[in-house]
């Protein structure tokens, strides 16, 4: 009787199989022919399999036996056998360009609903995400601001920029000599360093290329005072990429010590183009004022082997360097073994409780 169970189970396995394939075939949605079969196969499947007394059809069975071959399809009506989760698009709409932040991707939150909200560069007003845009382009009308052109919305971008290095430029002003007796009015030293800089670092530029005589005649023909404040030496440059970077850091620090929420922390290791191993650190939480914020806070190149033992360290010497330990919030991070073995040799060194959650 044994042999009949497996036949029949079989059986109504590959009647299912030819019946799923017919239905993902039929693009007319019309009734099919063969609905009514496929009720009995899962009847069969859902009353009648179940219930048989496998006790009764061997003694050596005392649970109800499986086939290595074709595994029992579970049938459910009420939800399909697996789900999709949703996936985040990017913001295109052009109102998001005209938040505080120059990013579009930017995501702000009300501090008493904890809802995300859109806010205005231009004044204090905030509006809802959840009811669409149009009240948003509604009220950016009130600043003469209506949808642009591609090159309209560049020419902004670009004034967002300037605007952004002036301010920078205005909280951290440095003392400098003229390179020649040009009075160089024409430019201010401290934003052509902040915009130099952001070129050369966006661009993978050479710090050599301001030595190149080519590069230095097109910026001067752009404007004569280039040469009273561009220095001439690579390694003037490098100290130019360095101040920035602490300028900056020193930013990150004070908007973690104002986060409202825990610190939560994403890392990967990949190789740079020119093969070099790289551990990435990405810092995730909210600011005072409900912005939600993704900051870089270290690309390391890791030496040895990419053990957790050797991973941990690193991790740890970029937290207490930050001076976060205290509000550490979770780690975000794949599958791969060495991760495991990395937040295991964290929680010996540190304070750290190990929580593993997976999704």
Do not use: K
């Given at each position: 009787m044994l042999y009949y169970y497996y036949l029949l189970r079989n059986a109504c396995v590959l009647v299912l199989f030819s019946l799923r394939e017919t239905r993902l075939n039929n693009i007319t949605h019309q009734k099919s022919p063969w609905s009514p079969l496929h009720r009995l196969v899962q009847l069969i499947f859902t009353w009648v399999l179940p219930s048989v007394n496998y006790a009764m059809l061997s003694q050596d069975f005392s649970s109800r036996p499986s086939s290595p071959e074709l595994p029992a399809p579970a049938f459910s009506s009420a939800s399909p056998p697996c789900s999709t989760l949703p996936v985040k698009r990017p913001r295109t709409t052009w109102v998001w360009n005209h938040m505080p932040d120059p990013d579009p991707q930017t995501q702000y939150f009300n501090k008493n609903t904890g809802k995300p909200e859109w806010r205005c560069r231009y004044c204090t007003r905030r509006y809802a995400t959840t009811g669409g845009t149009r009240a948003i382009m509604e009220h950016l009308k009130t600043h003469n601001i209506e949808e642009n052109s591609t090159r309209e919305t560049r020419a902004i971008n670009q004034q967002a920029s300037i605007q952004n290095a002036m301010d920078i430029a205005r909280e951290n002003p440095q003392k400098r000599r003229r390179l020649n007796e040009s009075q160089g009015e024409s430019m201010d030293p401290d934003q052509l360093e902040i915009l130099y800089v952001r070129w050369v670092s966006a661009c993978s530029v050479s710090f050599?290329?301001?030595?190149?005589?080519?590069?230095r005649a097109l910026l001067f023909y752009i404007n004569k005072d280039i040469d009273t404040w561009l220095p001439g030496s690579h390694n003037t440059v490098r100290d130019w990429v360095v101040r920035q970077y602490e300028a900056q850091k020193a930013k990150i620090k004070a908007s973690l010590k104002r986060s409202t929420t825990r610190i939560h922390i994403s890392c990967d290791l990949w190789s740079s183009p020119n093969s070099l191993a790289i551990l990435g650190i990405v810092a995730h939480f909210i600011t005072g004022d409900g912005e939600l914020r993704h900051v870089v806070l270290a690309l390391r190149e890791i030496d040895g082997a990419h053990t957790g033992e050797n991973l941990s360290p690193v991790i740890l010497d970029v937290i207490?360097?930050?001076?976060?330990?205290?509000?550490?919030?979770?780690?975000?991070?794949?599958?791969?073994?060495?991760?495991?073995?990395?937040?295991?040799?964290?929680?010996?060194?540190?304070?750290?409780?190990?929580?593993?959650?997976?999704?």
């Open positions: 050599r290329m301001v030595e190149c005589p080519e590069f207490v360097d930050y001076g976060f330990e205290s509000n550490l919030g979770f780690f975000m991070m794949d599958n791969a073994s060495n991760n495991d073995t990395m937040m295991n040799h964290l929680s010996t060194r540190t304070c750290i409780t190990i929580i593993w959650v997976q999704s």
